[in-house]
């Protein structure tokens, strides 16, 4: 059995594994967590991953997880690492199979009391629109030449193409599409299984979530977001589907291939990578950078169906609902940054593998209409608790590369929880709540039931603590549609 690194207490919210727990660390590993926290992953293989990340060639400062750590493949579940473009490698275990996996806020003109009258329609309604289940399909369907716009243009194609508006796309990260994306790059293979799946919402973890704002904990940002204290919101969450699953698979593969050809052997044969600069590195990044713009294409679309489903239940036009983009977040990406490792500012490509950007107010790469308050920051909870709205804080640059963590995080497996919770027992403590839940399948919901995850509330405060993220607000779920 594998030798669980001991960690060491740096301060309340941050533990440290030195940089001599496994042989060929080049930099310690850090976890940010507190001691409530930490009781669920001390002993966990995950804290393995971390330190193994330690030990890629071309790391910078320290490999970090986030408060919702789990394990993962190669990297653990809310892992970041930078590395220099020049000595460093990317790792597509360090990105994740769902390529910009994401979470997207729309704010409503309603009242959450009024959604309420309806709730049960809309729910219904949202599920008829919104395909949703282990390799849903129903969505729009591509042509080749549409897949190459896709995957070159992202979100801005959904809106020419009527799935929106131009001010969708203002306040989403690099507004909707990552440059550098070569559709060439994307198999065959992929684009066969991104061909129908084009504004589905998956299986697993994804969800599309009726809230409601109850509190406002940073009222005036709260206020520039359009957030209001009893206002209904919308929270949805999915990525890249089976086209980025499969680009990750196809890059692995062919990274495993090389590596076996070079003689090089890592300590975590998930860990496969290639330079940066490579050939490899180089067409890996363009297919994922694609495989991104799929998924905010792909959230897009689901906007639009949000969209549809709200007017045939209320009877509204879109201008009476005013369902518009409060901010879009990608949880499954590479890119390069700007960030200090030597005490100087130095480009950089950092991985994020369930974390998400928290860049502080000023930095440029934030929408400008919130650029005063920094990068707004969304951590879901499970379907049977909250979320929140947060925002990037300065000391998260130091820190963590301006990183959060992107959820409340798994405590049991998938398999662990459906053995644990029971479907009807799970549908009806929601329901007690007033929650109403549409699955495509039971296990999608015992899966996700409220004790298969870590308590949101304290990894919402050891972000917090971290320096990490602020809140600026607290939503409560009232409907969810699970994959």
């Known amino acids: 059995m594998t030798k669980i690194p001991t960690l060491v ?6 533990y440290d594994i030195p940089r001599d727990e496994v042989p060929g660390m080049r930099v310690p590993g850090r976890l940010f967590t507190d001691q409530a926290l930490l009781s669920g992953v001390q002993g966990d293989p995950s804290l393995v991953q971390l330190a193994n990340v330690a030990t890629l060639p071309g790391i910078e400062l320290r490999a970090l997880a986030m408060p919702d750590i789990h394990f993962g493949y190669g990297f653990p579940v809310g892992g970041v690492a930078a590395f220099d473009l020049k000595e460093g490698v990317v790792s597509p275990g360090g990105i994740g199979y769902d390529i910009n996996c994401g979470v997207r806020l729309l704010r409503t003109r ?74 060439s790059e994307v198999s065959d293979a992929a684009r066969r299984r991104g061909l129908h799946q084009l504004g589905t919402l998956g299986s697993g973890n994804h969800f599309l979530e009726v809230q409601e704002v109850q509190q406002l904990l940073h009222p005036e940002f709260a206020h520039v977001l359009g957030l209001s204290a009893g206002q209904a919101v919308v929270m949805l969450h999915t990525g890249s589907r089976g086209l980025g699953h499969q680009v990750a698979t196809d890059f692995i593969a062919r990274m495993d291939r090389r590596l076996a050809d070079e003689g090089t052997v890592l300590v975590d044969r998930q860990l496969s990578c290639a330079p940066v600069g490579s050939e490899d590195g ?21 906007t639009d169906a949000v969209r549809r489903a709200f007017r045939t239940v209320f009877g509204r036009s879109d201008e009476e609902l005013g369902i518009e983009v409060v901010c879009d977040i990608a949880h499954n990406i590479a890119k390069v940054e700007s960030h200090r490792t030597d005490g100087t500012l ?33 951590i879901p909870g499970d379907m049977g608790t909250a979320s929140y709205v947060l925002a990037g804080l300065p000391t998260s640059m130091e820190r963590s590369f301006g990183s959060s963590c992107h959820g409340a995080g798994r405590r049991l497996s998938r398999h662990a929880a459906v053995r644990t919770f029971r479907y009807q ?43 990490l993220t602020r809140r600026v607000a607290r939503l409560v779920p009232l409907g969810v549609v699970k994959g």
């Open 110 to 183: 309603l009242k959450a009391d009024e959604v309420r009258t309806r709730l049960v329609e809309l729910v219904d309604r949202l599920y008829r629109e919104v395909p949703s289940g282990v390799g849903s399909k129903g969505g729009r369907a591509l042509t080749p030449s549409e897949m190459d716009e896709v995957l070159l243009h992202g979100a801005s194609w959904a809106v020419e193409q009527g799935f929106g508006r131009s001010e969708d796309l203002v306040t989403q990260e690099e507004l909707g599409a990552l440059a550098g994306a070569l559709p």
């Open 425 to 467: 027992e799970v549908i009806h403590r929601l329901s007690e709540k007033g929650i109403v839940v549409r699955s495509s399948s039971r296990e999608g919901v015992t899966e996700e039931a409220t004790g298969a995850y870590k308590d949101v509330e304290e990894v919402v405060r050891v972000a917090e603590g971290a320096g």
């Open 9 to 14: 207490p740096v301060d309340e919210f941050t």
């Open 282 to 302: 180089t067409r890996y990044l363009g297919a994922m950078a694609a495989a991104a713009n799929f998924a905010w294409a792909n959230r897009q679309l689901i």
């Open 346 to 378: 130095k480009p950089v490509l950092v991985h994020r593998k369930g974390a998400t950007r928290a860049f502080p107010p000023g930095r440029e790469e934030v929408t400008a209409a919130y650029r005063s308050f920094g990068q707004p920051v969304l």
